[in-house]
Each structure stands twice: as structure tokens, then as C-alpha cells.
């Protein structure tokens, strides 16, 4: 599967932006997806997972409650709504595509196999 995240800018402090990761292919239904995120010379860190159906979903603690994961399968889309930005949420942001279902819902980049290029989030003070 490819996928192409897209969405990101530059926004101040306190607002908002959706990310979306629009993949190829006729199997996204069964793709668990992952939302990750890396700052300059920081390691890759986990945001949201959503499951093939989206019946579940799952938030680092640093965005919990500022962050909704959803999916549309219809449309091979997933999203991530980023509301009440921080400057440290800044960071290049990336989709990625774990193939199968799992539980718990992996939150670690190793496990998935497929990634997106990567959008650039930039939140100012």
C-alpha cells in the first residue's frame, strides 16, 4: 500500500489543523493505522492508532483529548484533527499502515510496515 499524508502548515498556538493520509490500494479496510510524529533530532514517536474498522483507537498521553483519529474506508483516508496546538507539538508528521488487525493496537514504528513521506506541522508561540 502507498500512502500520501497531507494537511500540515503553520498555525499559531491554540489552533487547529487536519491531517489526512489518503492510501492506494483495495485492502485499506484491513490495515491498522498509525499516526507518528518526528522532531529534529528527536526519535520517531507515536501519536494515534485506529483499527480496520475504527471501532478503536488509542492516543499518546501528550495528546490525548486534543487529538481525534478517524478513518473513512470508503475513501482509503485516514485523519488525524489536531485541535489547541502547542509549539512542541511541532514535528514532521507520518501515516503509517500496520497489515492486519492487532490488539493491542501497536504504538510502536517497528511494526509497521508501510509509511507515508511525511507533513510538516509547525505550531508558533
Known amino acids: 500500500v502507498q500512502l500520501q499524508a497531507s494537511g500540515g502548515g503553520l498555525v499559531q498556538a491554540g489552533g487547529s489543523l487536519r491531517l489526512s493520509c489518503a492510501a492506494s490500494g483495495r485492502t485499506f479496510s484491513r490495515y491498522t493505522m498509525g499516526w507518528f510524529r518526528q522532531a529534529p533530532g528527536k526519535e520517531r514517536e507515536f501519536v494515534s492508532v485506529?483499527?480496520?474498522?475504527?471501532?478503536?483507537?488509542d492516543y499518546a498521553d501528550s495528546v490525548k483529548g486534543r487529538f481525534t483519529i478517524a478513518r473513512d474506508n470508503a475513501k482509503n483516508t485516514v485523519y488525524l484533527q489536531m485541535n489547541s496546538l502547542k509549539p512542541e507539538d511541532t514535528a514532521v508528521y507520518l501515516c503509517a499502515a500496520h497489515p492486519k488487525g492487532s490488539f493491542p493496537l501497536p504504538k510502536v514504528p517497528g511494526l509497521y510496515n508501510y509509511w507515508g513521506q511525511g507533513t510538516q506541522v509547525t505550531v508558533s508561540s
Open positions: 485506529i483499527s480496520e474498522s475504527g471501532g478503536s483507537t
